[in-house]
């Protein structure tokens, strides 16, 4: 039984706290600090963001940095949500080289810092594309080979770093390199930004083809019966499911790649929509809402919202597929399609282009998120859906945004690839930020916290380099997750890179010699956003403990305001 008085006490500061009474955080921000897109992630280096436009500028910059000790960090959008983008020197923005050269031997190549989507659309006039990519066409190049960024196909390579066939960069002693040596390049195809500063990214392309997709509710059954998911996995060019375990569904998304481009349809995705500021507003208010109140159950609505937006038409959402019409004197867009034949690239891939769900143009309310993704053996398939549904038993928790998105990757050459070297799955999912994220917790933070532990310890998962909290980026974590590749790819960085001058905090728990992070200096409760996992009260939230189940330490509520769950998952 808690102490009634502090509980009180402990009552009426988180209601404070709610409204921005109370805050910890009156510390002033340096002039050069920079964040990841949702704010989670703040890097302090001590000089300005530099724009160049030209590769001299960047062998300048890198020269500089050299005679004055300093380091360097180049980067792209800064959709990486860990401190992977982050330096204490001088950060590069890589956002001038946005060239693009259609090469005569079927390969094409781009300025790292072309966004994808800008470098598909210049792929498809020239009547090429790639054979797979991931969902966000906002990310650059650059950033895409950072991190290892990929889609979703047990049939063809699905990331962009398994199509890149050369390479350019600015290495630690200032010398342009050029690199195409595939021994070499399985080293730089997921470089966690630690070589050099990428100028140019040259990708295998192919003609350009179309695709028909097609989106359907099952029960979830079909994937722990031993069969049916792996079996459509392996039949389908495009394969991805989006799992809701409280509704006990998934809706999966099968795609089959047509011969060219006759198949008649222009369709498109709209996955990452554009929002306008009062839907912004509307979503970041009722998330909060229901968080605060601990209304799961709405939550669980919500989760049927998006299941069925991602088959049928909803009101208040973008169509998942849209049909594109151009009569030649007007565009229109907005009819929706299910199934949808279109430019494959086009289905599989979009980027918000005027605001973004995660825009910051309001005050506040507003509406940030926070990601999770973790990659398996595809051998471990039931086991960890079967897992996770034994963590939700016991702790019920919703996936209200994307569900439980559940991806496929064939195995990568890539040395630190989520996928090198096995046939992999990935389990992601999508979160509302609190909109005081330094006390209050999120609805759910116990049974998130406890399957990313179980997922990583006994399932063998290895993290996304450009998702997930600190946590899972700490010296210890990441020898243990990638003993058997880490000598090899800090073997192959240190030849490029003698004197360190592209390591950050990141780089250097990679390579053990230190466990500094780079963080928002206001996250002092550590277990709210993954910076560690609970090892007292104060790490958690407001009105939570720290409690340990099944050998894993997770934030709970102290008062559960849940109404008693009747079984809704399996
Ligand atoms: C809405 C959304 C959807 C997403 N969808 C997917 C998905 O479908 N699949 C997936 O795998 N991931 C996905 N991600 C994650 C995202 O793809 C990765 O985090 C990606 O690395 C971000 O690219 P960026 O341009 O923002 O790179 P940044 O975050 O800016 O940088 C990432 C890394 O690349 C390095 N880097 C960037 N440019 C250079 C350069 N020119 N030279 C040297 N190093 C460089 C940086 O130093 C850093 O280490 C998504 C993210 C968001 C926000």
């Not at 190549?109 to 090429?128: P, S, V």
């Not at 797979?132 to 950033?143: D, H, N």
């Not at 192919?206 to 994937?223: E, G, Q, S, Y």
């Not at 979160?431 to 399932?459: C, F, H, S």
Request: net charge neutral; aromatic share 10%.
């Amino acid at each position: 039984m808690p102490n009634v008085k502090v509980l009180f006490i402990k009552i009426v500061l988180a209601h404070l706290s709610c409204f921005g009474v109370l805050s910890q955080n009156n510390q002033s921000q340096s002039s050069t600090t920079y964040k990841s897109y949702q704010t989670s992630i703040h890097c302090t280096p001590s000089e300005p963001i530099h724009y160049p436009k030209s590769t001299e500028e960047v062998v300048n910059i890198v020269k500089r940095a050299i005679g004055e000790n300093k380091t360097v960090k180049a980067f792209g959008s800064r959709h990486s949500i860990t401190d992977i983008i982050c330096t204490d020197g001088y950060p590069v923005s890589m956002k001038h080289f946005d060239h693009a050269i259609d090469n005569e031997d079927g390969t094409a190549t781009f300025g790292a810092g072309i966004e994808l989507q800008d470098a598909m659309i210049f792929l498809e006039k020239n009547g090429r594309t790639l054979i797979s990519l991931p969902t966000f066409g906002g990310i650059t190049l650059g950033g895409a080979i950072g991190t290892g960024a990929h889609g979703s196909s047990l049939l063809h390579p699905t990331s962009i770093s398994d199509q890149v066939v050369r390479l350019t960069l600015v290495d630690g002693r200032g010398s342009l390199r050029d690199v195409s040596d595939p021994n070499e390049l399985n080293a730089l195809r997921v470089n966690l930004g630690l070589f050099g500063v990428i100028i140019d990214v040259t990708l295998q392309t192919v003609p350009l083809f179309k695709m028909t997709v097609h989106n359907r509710i099952h029960a979830d059954h079909i994937l722990t019966d031993g069969r049916t998911a792996l079996r459509w996995a392996a039949q389908h060019d495009l394969f991805q499911i989006w799992w809701f375990p409280s509704q006990g569904d998934v809706v999966v998304s099968k795609g089959i790649y047509h011969d060219g481009t006759n198949e008649l349809g222009n369709d498109t995705t709209n996955f990452i929509p554009d929002t306008d500021f009062i839907t912004r507003n509307l979503v970041g208010t009722s998330f909060e809402t229901l968080q605060e109140t601990r209304n799961t159950y709405a939550m669980y609505l919500l989760e049927a919202y998006t299941k069925f937006s991602l088959v049928e038409r909803v009101v208040g959402r973008a169509p998942i597929f849209e049909e594109h019409r151009n009569n030649g004197s007007a565009e229109t867009w907005n009819n929706f399609k299910n199934p949808a034949t279109g430019f494959s690239w086009r289905l599989m891939s979009n980027r918000c282009q005027r605001s973004c769900t995660w825009n910051t143009d309001s005050i506040r309310p507003k509406f940030l998120i926070e990601e999770s993704s973790i990659a398996f053996d595809l051998e471990e398939f039931s086991s960890v859906i079967n897992m996770i549904r034994k963590v939700l038993r016991q702790y019920p928790a919703a996936f209200p945004l994307v569900g439980l998105f559940i991806r496929f990757s064939i195995p990568s050459d890539g040395l630190m690839a989520i996928s090198s070297n096995r046939s992999t799955f990935t389990v992601e999912w999508t979160t509302p930020m609190r909109w005081n994220r330094y006390e209050k917790p999120k609805d759910g933070i116990g049974a998130y916290q406890w399957i990313l532990q179980e997922m990583v310890q006994n399932y063998n998962g290895r993290p996304h380099w450009g998702k997930n909290g600190l946590h899972y980026f700490n010296r210890d974590l990441m020898a243990s997750v990638w003993k058997d590749k880490r000598e090899l790819f800090v073997e192959s960085m240190t030849k490029y890179d003698p004197e360190g001058i592209f390591l950050n905090k990141f780089g250097r728990r990679l390579l053990g010699t230190s466990d500094q992070v780079d963080k928002d200096s206001k996250v002092y409760r550590c277990a709210l956003q993954d910076y560690c996992i609970c090892q007292k009260h104060d790490d958690c939230g407001l009105l939570q403990n720290c409690v340990n189940r099944n050998g894993f330490n997770i934030c709970k509520d102290l008062i559960d305001l849940k109404l008693p769950i009747i079984s809704i998952v399996n």
